[in-house]
């Protein structure tokens, strides 16, 4: 196993039983400063139902449960990217532009709001975007948020598996190499951890996306299914690469298997290729007992 891919790993078994954490402290005049300055950069805030909705729809963490004011948006133990939820505000916020909202304190212990005029306002424009993108689904705030927070719309599919935004989707996937240096970014984006479910598993909707934007990715499926078995992983979730690669017209794989791996083969075969059709097609023709 690649020492990236037994990284990456560790830091997924890591966070399972720890998707996010709180805090019950916010600053509230200048929470409002920052509302009223996105709003006045064309910013309207969604209501309740539509926020916490998509919050659990990208994250796979229900707001109607946790009753802290801010709330940790992050399955991974590294400070960046990270966004946090401001709950009772409906709204997202980026951990650089935190500080805007987090309560400091001078020296005699009383809190101290910082004088607006004194704020760097380019902080609301990058609000605004990250919330018109991750929450309106506005598609024209893609590359200003790619410029500001180059590494979380990276993190939406490697993360989370996030494929709800067809732009970012669309953006991320294109960007896969068919080359060697692609290998690593196809096994994070199809593979881990499945928003909300705390288990690892093949993530069918990164693979549909993957066929509907770049097929040709699908050349990393031999490599994935090998680092995939140094895990023990079941025969399912390799049954899934193998039949998503046999649709995008690799088969190279499946055949290799059928010579070299008859026992795991056969498995697929016993539970009827698991109901995927390409690959049950396949193994019924090219693929001998």
Excluded at 5 to 12: E, P
Excluded at 74 to 89: F, G, I, M
Excluded at 273 to 285: H, I, P, R, V
């Amino acid at each position: 196993m690649t020492k990236v891919f037994s990284i990456y790993l560790l830091l997924l078994i890591s966070t399972m039983n720890n998707s996010y954490s709180q805090s019950d402290t916010i600053n509230i005049p200048d929470l409002q400063k920052v509302k009223k300055g996105m709003s006045l950069r064309g910013y309207a805030f969604p209501d309740t139902i539509t926020f916490f909705n998509k919050v659990k729809d990208i994250f796979g963490i229900d707001l109607r449960k946790n009753t802290a004011p801010l709330v940790k948006l992050d399955s991974s133990p590294e400070p960046s990217p990270t966004l946090w939820a401001v709950r009772n505000s409906c709204l997202l916020i980026h951990q650089e532009e935190l500080p805007l909202i987090y309560p400091s304190y001078n020296e005699k212990n009383q809190l101290e709001d910082l004088p607006f005029e004194k704020w760097d306002t380019s902080n609301f424009q990058h609000l605004v975007a990250l919330n018109k993108l991750l929450i309106s689904a506005d598609a024209s705030q893609l590359k200003p948020v790619d410029h500001y927070y180059p590494e979380l719309l990276t993190s939406l599919l490697q993360d989370f598996g996030y494929t709800g935004n067809p732009a970012i989707t669309k953006m991320k996937i294109e960007a896969i190499s068919d080359m060697e240096d692609g290998r690593q970014t196809f096994l994070q984006y199809c593979y881990g951890w499945l928003a909300g479910q705390n288990v690892l598993g093949v993530r069918t909707n990164v693979l549909e996306a993957m066929l509907k934007y770049n097929p040709d990715v699908f050349i990393h499926t031999g490599w994935a299914i090998r680092e995939l078995k140094l895990t023990n992983t079941p025969a399912r979730p390799i049954a899934q690469l193998l039949d998503a690669a046999i649709r995008a017209g690799i088969t190279g794989f499946t055949e290799e298997l059928c010579t070299t791996d008859k026992k795991l083969m056969n498995e697929i075969r016993k539970n009827n290729a698991y109901g995927m059709e390409a690959l049950q097609a396949y193994m019924k023709n090219s693929c001998p007992r």
